[in-house]
């Protein structure tokens, strides 16, 4: 599958404190991405062109139509079009969640409801012991951080990845923080990787849907470099999730559920 290119080049009129000047910058890609399921038009995403494939998955096991990467039967992603076609072993449950054609923008917040019927069925609660010491936790934002080509040449994408407690194991880049998870997610899908016992490192804010894919994906504790919201905090409470945030420097906030930070790592 040949993807679009992830970063246009721009000429730009560049203020350096004392005169304008013109250069070329590097700007993220943006695109809509629609996805129909058995020939019907389910949604449209805005998103980075890159790793399509993830994203369908990721997408569709968020939003409660698939559980494993055996129920889509059949997948053609034209990036060229910003399309994926879907076909579904169950094809009835994608017409059973009460979507309408819905837009889903590269950001969180109107362009999404809170709270489909789907993440009721879909969320989980989080049992694990495992736990991850402070210096891990500050490690793994920096390798989050460290490892964004795509990052460094824009400034304008958000990063998501699945760890373990002393490295990325996934990692993926949108424009739009969720989507970033939503290809992590499909990622372990189609590779069969257990989330069970991982962690998450996050470069973007701590919303409510950002904490719900969390849960969903079975992961118990959420790292980010950005704030959590209080309708996020609640969830995490109500669900069993560890949320730390501001990581910066040698510095962090524990948000929720503190007995997973530890001096010393375990299960």
Known sequence: MDEERPVESRTVWHYDGEMLQTRNDR????????????????????????????????FLASEGVIRTAAEVIGLAVDPHRGLAQVRLLHPERGRSLDHSKRFIGSCCGK?????????????????????????QCIGLIRQLQDGSDLFRETGGVHNAAL??????????????????LDKVYGHCLRERLSMKDKVIAFSGR???EVLLKTSKMGVGTLLSKSAPTDLALEL???????VVGFIRGSSFNVYSHPERIAEQTGD
Request: net charge negative.
């Open 163 to 180: 760890c373990s407690p002393d490295r990325l194991l996934v990692c993926r880049t949108d424009i739009g923080r969720h989507n970033a």
């Open 111 to 135: 362009g999404r409801q809170f709270y489909f019927r789907s993440d009721v069925r879909t969320a989980k609660t989080i049992l694990s012991r495992r736990t991850i010491t402070p210096a």
């Open 206 to 208: 701590v919303s409510s």
């Open 236 to 242: 995490a409470d109500e669900l069993g999730i560890t």
């Open 27 to 58: 700007i993220a890609s943006e695109r809509p991405f629609t996805l129909e399921l058995d020939g019907e038009e389910f949604a449209t995403i805005v998103c980075t062109p890159t790793d399509l494939e993830d994203l369908t998955f990721g």
